[in-house]
């Protein structure tokens, strides 16, 4: 296929999983900040902003972390290439180059998301408008997901998206993942404390995994599990390596690929899946959370490189 | 405004009601005019919904916005689309003639029946594609030719768009809403489908593969970019024919052979189907600083690589100038007499032409010859003082730009406006398709002047769209 075709494809499906992600941790630091103990509810959004993988961009404009700041650079503000509203705009900007592409149910699902975001944009926002502007972005991006999933082709455009998406997932959750180990934990004495059974709980609460700990790992939240969860799980969607185990899948399933070209982000991707597929916590754990989920985020980010040369986007 | 008393109104609307549109009258006077008002406004979700949009230059507001569609059909009978597509083809064969005899041995023009000056002057003449020979000899493969009627059996021709007219896309889609919308009416009327045009063009354009293709031909669509105001159809069409919607950045030419960069590498283009001007589309022979076209693909073409649908060069056939001649080209190349007639036209180049040109301008509709869209284009009846005024002075500067026409009385069809239903002008553009036979989908698009007395139907000054429907009995 067109090589420009499978980038736009590409990004398409990683810009609506992007503003998915972003919908759930702004509506799960909202939650959070409401119910902290202490007084100090804004470094639930300073977490947001460097679980959302932008801490240096933001600051560069923002003095404090707050609940308007936050909210309104991660969800609206047009300066910042991956707010939400921008990461729907691009989407659909993608999507309107590849017309030909699509389904027709897809596009009038991309579309008709970003013809109802230009209402919430010019209506105003207060705390209701905000919470139904969240549910509609994830309800949105479901749609988005759903229809693809349920009518395109399974040739490769339809690998170009998926990767597209399970990529973007991979870093997500790696970035997720890594901020609530880090940032998050002040002082030694609040591990294993009230806040940090909430930080957990709350991880969880994003990737939508509340119920799916309970029934994998019975009994209280233990930052270990979460962890196993997020990493190694296959049966979780949004675990590393179910996600990594998807990009390869639909990396194989490329037909028309030049071997000479693309065999290096298959090796790449690959790798990083036996590791993931063959890992255990405990070792994960000992030798550095942090280190193993940057080097992770890395790798993400040279896999999206190398997807892109390899296939000549 | 007033309106010459003549004006024909293709229905007869609202009490001479003519046989074709009996259907469409009894379904008028049925439908509560609150479902039909629901309608209208369902189409216009369903317009936005589809994305079928229109980009307008240099207004400030929705970058893209709708063309207003009309639920209210135009209607044909059987009969009167025969006589149409007849003279229809009679005339894109005779265009495509002269095309190639101008690049050619110039017959008509050591014939002298047509002014040398007119065609070798002309920006539109390209030398670039002389001697060279193409499939089919066709150099116009998709035309558009704007016609007007003014009673039950006069029509004329506008204009002929021999470069990249653009349309037809409301034509199938409008069809597409309508019968979304009302398919009980489709049930009863015996309409002749134009849903097939896409598979119409595939073949036309895959006819006309270049000598040296090799197997199927692989057929593109090479289109400007999503801020061309016509993007949607482009994608429309390439969708609809289910090939690749290239950009200029997706091609290149090596060893005078077209490829396109996919993801396992480069793949072999044998004809494309270019929505880009001439002046772009190739930057080594023609404005070396576009980036929509691709280095190379005039050599390609020229090497026998390659097809570009429309040809370079098919433009010097629509000047409005070089227009005046195609009744004698009909007569020059086919031996036949036209079957549709030009609207009498004063070409201001001529002095006595120009004199009458300026002694009726509040009579007379005046056109810049190399502008479209209903830009540069002055109609008397309808212009203040100031504005007669302001084009006097450029038509004076510059007489050989321009050319004059009467004002014709358009034919009207009913059309939904504010205060309820009103007659409106119509115009029609049929498509005709040239390969190794031409084809035409019956109908065309009818675009509608929708403020009252308006005669200027382009979508960039307030036009709106009707579906085209041809009764099949």
Redesign the interface.
Known sequence: MLARTASNLFWLARYMERADYLARLLQVAGHMSAVRVDADGNSEWESAIAAAGCHEEFFGKHEAATAGSVIDYLAFDRGNPSSICNCIETSRRNARAVRTALTSDMWEAVNTSWMELRDFESSEMNEDRLTEFLDWVKARTSLVHGVYANTMLRRDGFHFTRIGQFLERADNTARLLDVKYHVRLPTVQDVGGVVDYYQWLAVLRVVGARRAYRVLFKGHVEPAQVAELLILRPEFPRSLVFCFEQICLNLDAIESHDPRLSSECKRIAHSQYAALRFGQIEPIIEQGLHEFLSELVDRCGLLGAEIARGHLF | MSEPATVFDEMGWPDQIRPPYALVDAWLKSVPAEQLALKRREAEVLF????ITFAVYTEGGDPERLIPFDLIPRVMAQAEWQSLRKGLEQRVRALNAFIHDVYHDREILKAGRIPERLVLNNPQFRPEMVGLDLPHNVYTHIAGIDMVRTGPDEYYVLEDNCRTPSGVSYMVENREVMMRLFPELFRRAGVAPVAHYGDELLETLRSVAPPNCQGEPTVVLLTP??HNSA??EH??L??EMG?????G??LLVRNEICY??????LTRVDVIYRRIDDDYIDPLVFRPESMLGAPGLHFATRAGNLTLANAIGAGIADDKAVYIHVPEMVRFYLGEEPLLQNVPTHDCSKPDDLAYTLAHIDQLVVKAVHGSGGYGMLVGPHASKAEIETFVAQLKARPHDYVAQPTLALSTVPTFVESGIAPRHVDLRPFVLSGEQIRIVPGGLTRVALRDGSLVVNSSQGGGTKDTWVLER
């Open positions: 936005r919904r589809i994305g970019g999503i993007y949607y994608a429309f390439a969708d090939i690749d919607l290239v950009e950045a997706d396109m960069r996919s993801t396992s590498g």
